[in-house]
């Protein structure tokens, strides 16, 4: 079991209120094996969208109901619903309708609504936009565009937290790693935006920074520090891509926004050796935990050296800006990730 997930699980457990998480793409059996796998923990119940005599026919299906749960008592318990769409058909009529209230706006038809109401993504979203769960995970099938068109759509950003809709990798270092330089002060990090934010401007790397700290702290626990990355430490080099991340930087602490500092190279941010030469003064240097990127391709890049050099887990991309936590799994997830992910989106919504 990941430490992570654990530390989550008990945070859960400790707020008394379990969360109820919508998984739309209950036909494919890694989505059913993670569920099943966190309804035999007892700490977030699960709605599943789809077929519902499908789904019951895996759910008891040895392959995939490998320990031979009762699905009949998570049912009756509450902890398990199902939701049928072409069965659902009061549900259904309403969630079409409150899509078609909520779009017409931007010229969408109510035949249009009814047909996009049939689709199990969009039908989960609704759901979560009535207020019927407390999150939404997909993607295992779907792509990214799949789930967040729909989510931006319906859900929205929120915009008491941040102007736009960006992304963060939780990467949770291997225990047995190998720390005898102390080059990796933290269990986790934070690397964002490394999935969805292209080429981010000064003023969207500001609420990049924001929501990450904010994210690191609300499902990792503890404080942030988050350090703008560049190629460049405190004026080093000299450039428009150091220029943007200076600029960010200065606006976040105009802002007070506490323990953010850069624009500081990787090596400076977590190593404490270095950011001692680099970064005399800085409050983060050397202890950075949260890491924003200055575009995509370097927090892409970023993520995947870590994961794949390191052995690390990554946990990812998750969404930070909505107003009710929606994440996209990527296609090639597997049961644990979607299990965690599970538990992140959970934790998100306290």
């Known amino acids: 079991m990941s430490k992570l997930i654990t530390k989550i699980q008990n945070r859960l457990k400790e707020n008394g209120t379990k969360k109820t998480i919508i998984l739309p793409e209950a036909e494919e059996a890694r989505?059913?094996?993670?569920?099943?796998?966190?309804?035999?923990?007892?700490?977030?119940?699960?709605?599943?969208?789809?077929?519902?005599?499908?789904?019951?026919?895996?759910?008891?299906?040895?392959?995939?109901?490998?320990?031979?749960?009762?699905?009949?008592?998570?049912?009756?318990?509450?902890?398990?619903?199902?939701?049928?769409?072409?069965?659902?058909?009061?549900?259904?009529?309403?969630?079409?309708?409150?899509?078609?209230?909520?779009?017409?706006?931007?010229?969408?038809?109510?035949?249009?609504?009814?047909?996009?109401?049939?689709?199990?993504?969009?039908?989960?979203?609704l759901m979560l936009k009535k207020g019927l769960a407390d999150g939404l995970v997909s993607g295992a099938i779907h792509s990214t565009k799949d789930t967040l068109k729909p989510t931006l759509q319906i859900i929205g950003v929120d915009k008491n937290k941040s102007n736009i809709v960006s992304s963060f990798f939780i990467m949770e270092m291997p225990e047995n790693r190998d720390n005898t330089k102390n080059i990796l002060k933290y269990d986790e990090y934070i690397f964002s935006d490394a999935g969805l934010v292209e080429n981010p401007t000064e003023d969207q790397l500001v609420d990049i920074a924001k929501a990450s700290r904010n994210s690191y702290e609300n499902i990792i626990g503890e404080t942030s520090y988050t350090a703008m990355l560049s190629y460049s430490t405190m004026g080093s080099a000299s450039s428009p891509?150091?220029?943007?991340?200076?600029?960010?930087?200065?606006?976040?602490?105009?802002?007070?926004?506490?323990?953010?500092?850069?624009?500081?190279?990787?090596?400076?941010?977590i190593m404490e050796d270095i950011a001692k030469s680099k970064a005399k003064g800085s409050t983060v240097a050397g202890k950075a935990n949260t890491l924003i990127f200055p575009d995509l391709n370097a927090g892409n890049i970023g993520y995947k050296l870590v994961q794949r050099f390191a052995n690390a887990n990554a946990y990812g991309p998750l969404c930070q800006?909505?107003?009710?936590?929606?994440?996209?799994?990527?296609?090639?997830?597997?049961?644990?990730?979607i299990y965690g992910v599970i538990y992140i989106t959970a934790v998100q919504s306290n």
């Open 241 to 269: 891509l150091v220029e943007k991340v200076q600029n960010a930087t200065r606006k976040l602490k105009e802002e007070n926004i506490p323990n953010v500092d850069g624009e500081l190279q990787l090596d400076a941010a």
């Open 31 to 125: 989505v059913l094996k993670a569920a099943l796998r966190v309804l035999e923990d007892g700490i977030v119940n699960i709605i599943l969208v789809g077929n519902n005599e499908k789904i019951l026919e895996d759910l008891n299906n040895d392959n995939i109901n490998e320990k031979g749960l009762d699905i009949d008592k998570y049912i009756k318990d509450g902890s398990l619903k199902i939701y049928d769409v072409e069965k659902e058909e009061t549900l259904y009529n309403e969630l079409s309708t409150y899509l078609y209230d909520l779009r017409k706006h931007k010229g969408l038809t109510l035949e249009e609504a009814d047909k996009l109401a049939k689709d199990e993504v969009y039908f989960g979203i």
């Open 321 to 337: 800006g909505l107003n009710i936590p929606v994440n996209d799994l990527s296609r090639g997830s597997t049961v644990d990730d």
